[in-house]
């Protein structure tokens, strides 16, 4: 709920027009409703996305937007990167049950 919708209309007023857009972090930071207006409008002039507001679901203006790519997410598609990932996972669930602390807390976490 911290990072939802981060960036929207309000925020792409404040772009130059003609922006790129890029988003590989998390879907929801992405308000894609107001991505496909600022698409139509011409401030953005193109956007890559590899993680969606409501995935699996993609909002059909990015769909039909030739000026749109489109992927799934594959940042994390390798060996090494899973096998960091795993561990990491088993140190903050150690961290977790041991000291009482994430090593890696979100902010809706903040409390745990």
Do not use: C, W
Not at 55 to 77: C, D, I, Q, R, Y
Not at 92 to 105: F, I, M
């Amino acid at each position: 709920k911290f990072t939802r919708h981060i960036i929207s209309t309000d925020q792409f007023d404040m772009m130059k027009p003609g922006v790129v857009i890029v988003n590989t972090a998390r879907g929801p930071v992405m308000d894609e409703a107001a991505l496909v207006e600022a698409l139509k409008s011409g401030k953005v002039f193109s956007a890559g996305l590899d993680v969606y507001e409501e995935e699996p679901k993609v909002h059909p203006g990015l769909m039909e937007n030739e000026s749109v790519m489109l992927l799934p997410h594959m940042g994390t598609a390798t060996y090494e990167t899973q096998e960091k990932m795993e561990l990491h996972v088993v140190e903050n669930v150690r961290s977790a049950l041991e000291k009482g602390v994430l090593l890696s807390p979100v902010p809706e976490q903040k409390d745990v």
